[in-house]
């Protein structure tokens, strides 16, 4: 989703972009499409790295296709790869050590830290499958040194074998906006300079990077997380429809009034949101932990247990602390996207904040879009069939989403749910005729 | 109530505005396809640094033939007799126009349109060793061509390559498709096979004029760049094969590059040890260096043992290597190219890596003249595996793509 690399501020018109974002996001498949269609030659599988860029230190993990590292280094790696780390793990991190010599663009070199060395198979359409060597590294600069600019002297491999190539990207990279979650971008080849029979080192210069930079980047995350989470919209729409209602003990009964109904609204979306702000923070930082597939069949209940108290009243008066409750747990799915990014304190503050301000920002356009039809609708007698085919809809796909986390496997009901989803402003469309065409007959007949 | 209702109405309005608007901006994201465009995805590894030309282009990615359609065009074109009666009087280039042109008066519209595209490097450039699945061509695809367009099409390589001669010249290019069809049917899948492989004619066919015509598949590119009285070019020309062992179809057997990886093998080990020495190159090749995209990148420094060093018996069999190339050509064009690379062969340089028997993968031979750039790299098989399969480029200095560097 390149579009949403665009800084948020360069467009004045930003809720009307990310709601035409919302539409896009759902109405086309992301297509990642095959890298090899643009490849010339290279049966052989090139070797890659890819940079994580940290505030003081650069995580990166090398990628060696083990039949080049064989050719290269003359032991039989990948003929006989069974517990190779195990056997050959300190003669291979000496021969990476060797081989990667990040330095300042002045010479100085930076320390090199080689972590974990892993064997597995991966593959790809030109090569097939095929084994590689990963190693996860950390690159320091010596102390004052630029992070962003440097000399990449890395020629593992390529040193004997010279039709090897090395492709070297950035995955993430906060201070300029690039999260994981983008596909990585290259920044460069490392290879044999054919004319002049010489291997030249990488020079790294990365665009300026700031605070701010990584700030917005989260806002957009933030944004896009709760666009693309048709779970998080339901549970949102479904737990407004009976907000603007007056209720007696057991069921659902007139329009409260444009105060009661904005200051029941503003109740909820707060509760909702002071829940998941907390357990955001928690769960960023580390503190609260829980894994994603409990977590994501109590979001899938929560829209069911919604959906029915919009059918009769579950909970009524107390929809702020069941708002609360559910916003603790729609918080611990956005605390495990935090988490995944494992940035350094000061940019997980940061990120948690913007994050937050993006899932804000959705929220409200969501309710903006939505909520003056609702209202409208609520002091029409058609409203309680609005109401109802609603919920019971949402209960329906709650049932679906529930069935499909816990089983871990895919059902007809919640792909059907995604298809229809992809169409809702259409649904807000209808439902602002509707609004429209029942309040002014409501109107027509009373004065009538 | 009433008054409350007239503080909707302008709300209304605006919320109506908001989505008319929204909805103008219900287009695909201009954006999203830059993902499928990218050199070389990190992450699973694969692709090259890029080169000319992009993704797509008039037909190309994504082709795929059946089987039963690629081994009919390989039963259709691998007997050698020409069809064509109204060329016959037409000799050299003025008979390669009218052929190119009689093939080109039996293609539908869109077959032609897709056929022809202007004179352009980038056009030229745009072959690969790769399937065409995997790295698009230009131009229409063998199995588009019905049983009339395919007589004419096999009637112009036949005026172009070499005739009769087992495992070289059009032989060997029908080998080349055959071998293809058992990659199709050995886990390959329909992105391999005969019926995968692209003509393009690039410029108008004239005698005068610049144009080339391109014929380039999975392990076989061979180009024609015709520049009126400038000359020819023949190159690049890459020639591989996997399977490595023999392949028949139609009762015919075919081993198209058995022959070169022979010849090379016979004049490594025709070396005495001082000169296998000097010849030798520290560093490894696990594919030819000089392949698709990469072009004029000649080293700017020879390396390895100076031919005109050695003995006219050895002198001889670097010749024949050399043979097994430009003899590919029809026999007029291949005695003016084998003339200038035979004056140029005491200022020759070969050099090799690996071992001298060609038997394993890594080893590989470079042949470098003023002109003729020829290299032979052995590596390990990608739908064979464990066994390995050569690719092998030759290349002209002055002359690829007709010079029109």
Redesign the interface.
Known sequence: MAGLNKSILDNPILIVNHLKKWFTILLIPIIRGLSAGNALGHPMPNSVVLLTLHSDHISTELQIPLSELQAAIGIPVNDSSAQLVDRLGSELRAYLTKHINPKTLDGKPWRVTIGALKVHETQNAINGVYRELTAQLELTPPAGADIRKFILDYDAVLHQVVTHKILVSVSQDWAAGKLAEDAPAQVGVIELDIVNNRILPLTINLEAGSAWKGLISMVRLGIQHIAEGTDHLLFILVLLLPAPLLHTRRRWTDFGGIRYSLSRLLWIVSAFTVGHSVILLLGALGWVRLPSQPVEIMIALSILVSAIHAIRPLFPGKETWIATGFGLIHGMAFANTLANLSLDAGRMALSILGFNVGIELMQLLIIIVTIPWLILLSRTPVYRIVRLTGAVLAAVAAIAWTAERVTGTANAWAGMVERIAGYSPYFVFLLALLAIFFTIRTRQLKNA | MTR??SI?MP??GF??A??I???D????????????????????????????????GPGG?GSSASVEVSKAITAAMYTMTMTNTSCGGATGLAKVVCLTQAFQATLSDSLLSAVQLPYSLANAQK????PAG???RYGINQASLDETQRTAFKDLMLALLALNVTDEGYDEMIGSLVADNVLAVSGGGTTYGAGNFYVSIIGTPSTTGLWELLFTGHHYTQPYTFNGTAGTGYTPAFRAIEPTYAVSENGKTYQPMEQERLAFAALLTSLSSSEQAAAKLS????????????DW?????K?GLKVGSLTADKQALVLNAIKLYVNDLDPTSAAAVLTKYTNELPDTYISYAGNTSVTA??DYIRIDGPSVWIEF?Y??G??IKNMPHP?SVWRDHTTDYGGTK
């Not at chain 2, 901006?25 to 030309?53: E, I, L, Q």
């Open positions: 409350s209702f909707f709300l209304l919320f109506m908001t989505f608007a929204c909805q901006h219900v287009t695909p994201d201009p954006d999203t396809p830059a993902d499928s465009t990218g050199t070389g995805m990190p992450g699973d590894s694969s692709g090259g640094p890029g080169g000319p030309g992009g993704n797509g990615n072959w690969s060793n790769l995997l790295s698009a560093s490894s090749f696990g594919d030819v260096v000089l392949g698709p995209g990469q990148k000649f080293p700017a420094t390396v993968a890594n790299s590596q390990g990608v739908i690719h």
